[in-house]
């Protein structure tokens, strides 16, 4: 076989990986531009089939087309994808039973005619005559042909350069191995976000490393579309009680600045609006203000004390929103930039004091 990614597609595909349960990121997708569907391919981690999930996956955005993860669920509460009727592309790990296999490969010609196989970097680590034989079985149980599967090369959580320089060389075997095959695309994706924000320090905007972000440019010579968790971690801290404090998490160049905000006086809806207002007069608020994405606009209208404070599953959505369209901002410009060696402008001056 061939490889099938010569180098960098002519349009980029970005690939997040969002969780259902975070029902702030399904609400993000909802209001994507539809000019750039194209170039969007979210993974969508499901958890639980229930009514909310399905008029979610109803509600996104005509030619949006999400692939759906399952292996959360039982293997004996088969989801049967080719039944859902709503157009999506099933996600397959290596580990798969037999009959689950099937599903999917029913799944994908009943809607793409294709799937994603998700290698997970930490977890997969059979050895590359192993791999092999892992996707062999899945074309061979789902019937698709390894043209009609899209890889997804999953690096988990890469928090701190230490992380990223384990990553580096793990994936690059990885990435070597699937030369071998004639796969449809390529992707590595990686989540940056800390597990845990509960220990920053409020009130102020902290800058936060997107790691993941820096081990794509470590890779841009492979020629790999680009993946990540969006604005949350790869792992939750399922030890970490969390806080309920007022949380935008804001996706700059390289970096992300999380605003917690723990002012007190007056009313939650006040606490909110000062944190927006600083946003909106920080250095990293974009020049295009609220028309860069519905986050933005829902973000300035607090500011502006036009609308209330929200939910915690609110901010989610608005700062995913931001996340998103500044990353294919960012994937979509002009080819000269994205080619290997390129690296994205630096990040804004930092404002605030650094994580502890």
């Known amino acids: 076989m061939v490889p099938a990614h010569g180098g960098r597609a002519a349009e980029p595909v970005y690939r997040p990986i969002l969780a259902s349960r975070r029902r702030g990121e399904l609400e993000a997708l909802h209001h994507v531009d539809p000019a750039v569907t194209p170039l969007l391919a979210p993974i969508l981690e499901i958890d639980a089939v229930d009514r909310s999930t399905m008029d979610a996956l109803r509600r996104l955005p005509v030619g949006l087309l999400p692939a759906v993860d399952v292996t959360a669920l039982p293997d004996a509460a088969d989801p049967e994808l080719a039944r859902w009727g709503v157009p999506l592309m099933p996600v397959v790990g290596l580990a798969e039973s037999d009959r689950r296999l099937a599903a999917h490969g029913a799944a994908a010609r009943a809607y793409a005619g294709r799937a994603l196989v998700r290698l997970r970097a930490a977890r997969d680590r059979a050895g590359p005559d192993a791999s092999t034989t892992a996707v062999e079985r899945i074309w061979r149980f789902t019937a698709l042909a390894p043209e009609e599967c899209d890889l997804l090369v999953d690096a988990g959580d890469v928090c701190c350069p230490a992380d990223v ?61 680009y ?106 410009r002009p080819l000269d930039d994205t080619l290997p060696g390129w690296h994205p402008r630096p990040a804004p001056p930092q404002r605030g004091r650094p994580p502890r």
């Open 227 to 332: 993946g990540d968790y969006g604005v949350g971690p790869a792992v939750a801290d399922s030890s970490d009680p969390g806080d309920r404090l007022p949380t935008v998490r804001y996706t700059a160049e390289g970096s992300w600045w999380v605003y917690r905000w723990s002012r007190r006086g007056g009313r939650g809806d006040d606490r909110f609006a000062d944190l927006c207002r600083a946003l909106v007069s920080a250095p990293h608020w974009p020049n295009t203000g609220a028309a860069f994405s519905w986050g933005d606009h829902e973000l300035l209208r607090r500011a502006r004390r036009g609308a209330g404070a929200g939910s915690a599953a609110n901010w989610t959505a608005w700062s995913t929103s931001h996340h998103l369209a500044h990353v294919l901002a960012t994937l979509s």
């Open 165 to 225: 320089r384990v990553a580096e060389p793990r994936v690059r075997r990885l990435l070597a191995w699937a030369r071998r095959h004639a796969w449809r695309s390529v992707t590595v994706a990686a989540g940056g976000m800390p597990p845990t924000l509960s220990r920053l320090p409020s009130d102020e905007p902290v800058r936060l490393d997107r790691w993941d972000w820096q081990l794509w440019q470590r890779l841009s010579d492979t020629g790999v579309d």
